[in-house]
């Protein structure tokens, strides 16, 4: 096992909380107008994320928690629509999150903010596999579990626990 100094351990965890995701994510639309710049943030998870991936550790706490936040509305957001817009949008815009959910410019926004809040906690709990996929990590694949080898002895002890009607087709 290998020990590393309290100092160096700070500096690592000083330098890990500084990585900025959000302002490496922030477009600038190709054709600015006058007015308040639109926020427009690329969304990294999409392609990457599918329906199994929902209410995993890593991304159910920080998401229920900012579902939570006041985003200028009295109720809080639902976390399965976040995991939708997270699975499939491109690009998060006002614009986008409204015509993909069909709501008002407003509730759009909310969601917007939401998601911006909650992209940089997500970035940081990603998982091996998912840094992998995103092409942080090289040469890392999904974790599975082996699957263990039965023998007959075992599914008969099952059998005999389970009863004789749960193996009846």
């Not at 399965?80 to 069909?102: D, N, P, Q, R």
């Not at 509730?107 to 996929?133: D, H, I």
Request: aromatic share 6%; proline share 6%; net charge neutral.
């Amino acid at each position: 096992m290998i020990h590393h100094s309290p100092v160096l351990l700070r500096t690592l965890a000083d330098a890990f909380d500084r990585a900025d995701y959000l302002t490496g994510l922030r477009l600038v639309p190709a054709e600015p107008k006058r007015g308040t710049v639109p926020t427009i943030i690329k969304n990294p998870f999409c392609g990457h994320l599918d329906f199994q991936d929902r209410y995993d550790r890593w991304s159910e706490d920080i998401l229920s928690g900012v579902a939570k936040l006041d985003h200028g509305g009295t109720k809080q957001l639902p976390v399965k629509t976040l995991y939708e817009l997270l699975e499939s949008l491109e690009v998060f815009s006002t614009e986008t999150i409204g015509a993909h959910l069909g709501l008002s410019s407003r509730m759009a926004r909310r969601y917007l903010n939401a998601l911006e809040v909650a992209l940089q906690p997500l970035m940081r709990s990603r998982p091996k596999w998912l840094r992998a996929a995103m092409g942080d990590l090289e040469g890392h694949q999904r974790e599975t579990v082996p699957a263990i080898q039965s023998i007959p002895d075992q599914l008969a002890q099952l059998r005999l626990d389970l009863g004789a009607d749960a193996f009846a087709i």
